[in-house]
Structures are given as structure tokens and as C-alpha cells.
């Protein structure tokens, strides 16, 4: 048991900062909440903390593209799986969420009613448990058949190579070849779960958007009339001569051709 020192016990808003007797990490805190509607008391290191709250200010401005005075009234609406547990809320953004089962993803976005982005998140356990099943690949198989997808992960990546329980390197080469499989849904580290939600609210929006203006581009194209066939270029008077030539007609070697000529060359043809 670590030894506390005199100078303990300092309340502080739903935490209570130990300060141990040792060289390294002496202050810690023990953090009071709820799990589940049950309290709950965690041991929170000054390193843990820093970790849970790295120095990253989310922005407040909406994604690009989800500005305009059409999308004041109306914000970006994310639906998020019915199966989804402790689903992100979305509370720093301008969204609205609307829950349904999806069959790919734990959020995505749509467009004139059809799914067209989603995002499957995982936390590194998650990750880990789903390479080494296998399941991850049947999820990103489906995923790739979404115009814009991607998996994102609420921790850093070279927090894979401190995993105790499973071989680090099996699940970095698991994560290199579900990449290599499938490399239109990439896997995105992304620290923390606010930096994956706001990670995702981004993507989202600019995938939708992306999606929007490839239809609209799609639609012009289609109300364009055919160019038709292209017409063959004019042959030259070499090409004629030679033909003519072949062919047994009456033609000089250099010189005009005879008009006569000219008209059986492209009658033959």
C-alpha cells in the first residue's frame, strides 16, 4: 500500500486529491461518479488524467459545409444504431441524432433515404477482440459497400504495442491487413472518445456533402443530349493515291488526282 502524506484528503468538485509519499506520480485522485445509476470511485493517476483529457481544444465551428442559412434551420442529423451502447450525443456539435438500426456502422448520415456515410467505433479492446475473432472484417466488408465509411478507435495507436492479453504484433498485423483488404474504409486512431466523435461528426459532414455534389453532377450529365458518333477525318491525297493505286486506277504519281478518283474513295469505303 502506498503511504499518504500529511496533505490529503483536498476536496475538489466530484474528485479527492492524495498527495502519496513517493518520488514519481504522487499526486493522484480518487474520482466519485455514477456507473449505471449505481456510484461508483475510481483511481485516477496525474498520468491517466492528462491521457483522459489531452491539450486539444475541440472547435465550436460547425463542420464545412453545414453553414449556410438552409442548414441554420435544419443541422446535420446523424442516425445512430438502436444497438449502439452509450451512443456519442453529439452535445459540443450542431446535430441532431435520430436513433434506427443500421446495417452497417454505428453512425452514418443519408441522403434522400438511403445511408451514403457511416462509422463504426471501437475502443481498443473492441478493436483487439473483433481482429482476433474475425468479425472486424466481415463489418468493414460491409462497410465497403457504403460510398464513404471508416472505423474509428477512441484510443492512440502505440497504445497497441502495450496490450498484455494478446500478442501487440498479431493485432498491428491484423490492423495492416484489414487495411490493405480494404482500403477505401480506413481506420482512423483517434486518442480519445471526444476527439472520435468530433473525429466523426467532420466526417460525416464532408462526406455527405461530397456525396450530394457527386449526384447533383451525376443528374447534370444525364439531361445532356449525345454527342454522336465521331465522323472519320478527311483522307489525304496520299492516302487516296495509294488506294487508287491498288487498286488499279489511273492516278499520277505526283501531282492533283483526278476528280473521279476523289469520288470512288469514299464510295468504296
Excluded at 65 to 76: C, H, N, R
Excluded at 97 to 105: F, H, I
Excluded at 124 to 140: F, I, Q
Aim: glycine letters at 6%; hydrophobic letters at 45%; aromatic letters at 6%.
Amino acid at each position: 500500500m502506498e503511504r499518504v502524506a500529511t496533505r490529503v484528503c483536498v476536496r475538489r468538485g466530484a474528485a479527492i486529491e492524495l498527495v502519496l509519499d513517493r518520488t514519481k506520480e504522487s499526486r493522484s485522485q480518487f474520482v466519485l461518479t455514477n456507473v449505471k445509476g449505481r456510484e461508483g470511485i475510481f483511481w485516477q493517476s496525474a498520468r491517466t488524467a492528462k491521457q483522459a483529457r489531452p491539450a486539444v481544444r475541440i472547435p465550436t465551428a460547425r463542420a464545412a459545409g453545414t453553414s449556410g442559412e438552409a442548414d441554420a434551420a435544419s443541422p446535420l442529423e446523424i442516425v445512430v444504431d438502436a444497438h449502439e451502447r452509450y451512443a456519442w450525443r453529439f452535445s459540443h456539435q450542431q446535430v441532431s441524432t435520430r436513433k434506427q438500426r443500421l446495417d452497417a456502422g454505428d453512425y452514418a448520415v443519408e441522403l434522400d433515404g438511403r445511408v451514403v456515410a457511416a462509422v463504426e467505433r471501437k475502443s481498443l479492446e473492441d478493436l483487439t477482440s473483433s481482429l482476433v475473432n474475425g468479425k472486424l472484417r466481415y463489418a468493414l466488408a460491409e462497410l465497403s459497400g457504403i460510398p464513404r465509411a471508416a472505423v474509428v478507435v477512441e484510443e492512440r495507436y502505440p497504445r497497441v504495442f502495450g496490450l498484455t492479453h494478446v500478442r501487440p504484433a498479431v493485432v498491428a498485423d491484423a490492423i495492416a491487413e484489414c487495411q490493405a483488404r480494404y482500403p477505401a474504409v480506413p481506420i482512423v486512431f483517434a486518442e480519445t472518445r471526444a476527439l472520435a466523435q468530433e473525429w466523426t461528426y467532420r466526417f460525416l459532414a464532408a462526406a455527405l456533402r461530397e456525396v450530394a455534389a457527386e449526384d447533383h453532377a451525376d443528374s447534370q450529365m444525364a439531361g445532356l443530349a449525345l454527342a454522336g458518333p465521331v465522323p472519320q477525318p478527311a483522307p489525304n491525297t496520299a492516302t487516296v493515291r495509294a488506294w487508287a493505286l491498288a487498286e488499279g486506277l489511273a492516278a499520277s504519281d505526283r501531282g492533283r488526282l483526278r476528280p473521279e478518283v476523289w469520288e470512288a474513295y469514299p464510295a468504296a469505303h
